[in-house]
Structure formats: C-alpha cells, structure tokens
C-alpha cells in the first residue's frame, strides 16, 4: 500500500507514488450490473492503494466528465456513467449531488444523456444533472481560459473570403478558449469517462482529449493543427486547478476506433471486454495508442511508427509516466 493519507473530502491530487498504477478489470459483458461489480472493484483497490476516499467534501459535489462528440457510436456507455454514480451514492453522494457535463447539447441528446427536444423534460440522466457547456450559463467564467494566437475555424474562414485578413483586434475573444470551470470550482472532485479514437491532430483521442480540449470553448481550431493541438491539451492539462480536483480516468473498451476518428465509423473499431482506471492520463492514452497501432496493423492500415509528441508534452508536464518498465499494470480478477 502507498504511504499516503488523505484528509476527509481533500487533496486529491494525483501523487508520484499513484501514477504508475494502471488497474484492469475484465468485465463479464457491458450490461449495468457488469459495470457495477467492474466500476466497484476499480475504485476498491484505487482507494485501498492509495490511502484515498472519494466522500462528500466541503463543496459535496462530483462532476463526470464524458464524452458524445462522436455521437452515439462511441459514447461513454450509459452503463459506465450509471455504475459510476451508484458507487458514488454508496460513498455517500446523492445524485443531485453528482452531475455530468459534455460539450455540446445537441450530442448529449442525441446520444441519450438528455431527453430528445420532442420529449422535454428535466434535464437530467438516471436522476443526475446534466449539463453542455455550449449552452449552459454557469460552466464557464470569464477568469478561466486557455490562451492561444490559434484563430477560431470560423474566424479564419470569414478573413480569408474577405481578402482582409485576419486580426485579434476586431475580436480579443477569439484567443481564448474557455475551461469548464464547474468541474473544478463547485465540485470535491471529478471523474474523467472518455472514450478512445485515433485522431489526426492528437495521434490519439482519449483520457487527455476528454479532459482538455473536448472540455474546452473554441476547440475546434487545435484540431486542424498537428502542431498545436498536443502542446494545448498538455498544458491545459496541467492547469493545476483543474489537475488538482482530476481524481482519475475509467476507460471502457466496450468500443474504440482505430482509424478515421473522432468521427464515428463502425467499420474501424475494436471491442474488449476490459475496463481500466488509472490517476494518469498519459499512461491510459499510451497504452490505447498501442492498441489502435496494432489494429490497424492486422487490418493492413498503415501505422504511425513514431510515437505522437503528446505522450513527451504531457509526461514532461508532470500528468504521469507513460513508458512501460515506468508502469504498474494490475488486472483485477471478474466478478463470478
């Protein structure tokens, strides 16, 4: 066991001694009730191995922060997102303490984590606050923002067909990239739910991707950038207020997409009956990057043979090591 300590409710910040640790649990199949026994083990041996515990703290919230961008062909899986709160009520959370947040409401509702707009009715999923930070008022706040020359897709499009140019002059704004400030100013902490691409900008879209620039306004203009999207998501990352209240990543390889991502296409991925958890991001997003390499090896693709420089961005900015012989990996026997 870790000699580490935690106060009640505080300081979860990811230690040295945690970020090695990879657990992998081998789920039964991908109904409720094998999230649950798989989500429960999970956060067990965390807790058990850590000396942490995830309770009600002096803010008595928890975000989740999940991903539909790819709409509902790779989605966090509804199952994943309902275990996850069912081990948080048994910590001691109701679940209107507990909330859910993603980019953009039109793929929230069509990916069924909010009500479709013929059917209004709470805005809520299995009884928990959700909430898009596209059309949510209070997800942002003008003091929390990425800052970066990166002009906005739509910014760019408007000055080159008026031939005049383009200046952060006529709109300051547009520097800016806004951070989902509610996972980290109202809440004790908040659990990461991606899902894993590959993605051309990035080299993979994963446990980093979820939790920065698919967690962030104006994001749209990293993406067409190979240059500037890894330094992005690393140093937002690394934003210690937001890294301060990250208590860790739960991936579900229910399904994954090796190649054409983020947009969905069913004939490029893979499906395992694994679940994995881990306080470090980069290990996650590693260790899937391999895989994704590997599918498309088998499928006849060409493969990236150097690895993606956001592995060395954001290990160097202190999310965690990503080298195997640096790792710990624990598989956890299933459920009977």
Request: glycine share 8%; aromatic share 12%.
């Amino acid at each position: 066991m870790l000699l580490a300590a935690t106060l009640w409710g505080q300081d979860y910040r990811p230690t040295a001694a945690e970020k090695p640790f990879v657990w992998e649990y081998s789920l039964n199949g991908f109904s409720q009730t094998d999230y649950e026994y798989g989500v429960e083990s999970l956060i067990a041996h965390w807790e058990k191995t850590t000396g942490k515990t995830l309770a009600p703290g002096a803010n008595g919230k928890v975000g989740l922060k999940v991903y539909t961008e790819s709409g509902p062909g790779l989605m966090t899986p509804p199952n994943l997102t309902k275990a996850v709160i069912t081990s948080l009520e048994k910590r001691g959370f109701s679940r209107y303490q507990i909330f859910i947040i993603d980019g953009t409401e039109s793929r929230l509702r069509e990916c069924g984590y909010l009500p479709s707009r013929s059917g209004m009715g709470d805005e809520t999923f299995f009884d928990v606050p959700v909430y898009a930070l596209d059309t949510s008022a209070d997800m942002t706040n003008d003091l929390w923002f990425y800052d970066s020359n990166l002009p906005s897709r739509e910014r760019m499009a408007r000055a080159i067909s008026s031939g005049r140019g383009f200046s952060f002059e006529e709109d300051p704004n547009d520097r800016k990239s806004f951070l989902a400030s509610k996972l980290f100013n109202e809440t004790d902490f908040w659990i990461n739910l991606p899902m894993v691409s590959d993605n051309e900008a990035l080299g993979v879209s994963g446990a980093i991707a979820n939790a920065t620039l698919w967690n962030v306004t104006n994001n749209q203009r990293f993406f067409q950038s190979s240059a500037n999207a890894p330094v992005a998501a690393a140093e937002i990352g690394a934003i210690p207020e937001l890294y301060d209240k990250w208590v860790f990543s739960i991936v579900s390889l229910e399904r994954y997409q090796f190649l054409g991502g983020p947009r969905f296409n069913a004939q490029y991925t893979g499906r395992e009956k694994r679940l994995w958890l881990s306080a470090n991001p980069v290990a996650i997003d590693y260790l899937m990057w391999r895989k994704l390499m590997k599918d498309r090896r088998s499928a006849q693709f060409a493969v990236q043979e150097t690895e993606p420089p956001l592995f060395e961005y954001a290990s160097t900015l202190g999310l965690g090591p990503y080298r195997l012989n640096e790792l710990k990996l624990r598989k956890l026997a299933p459920a009977n």
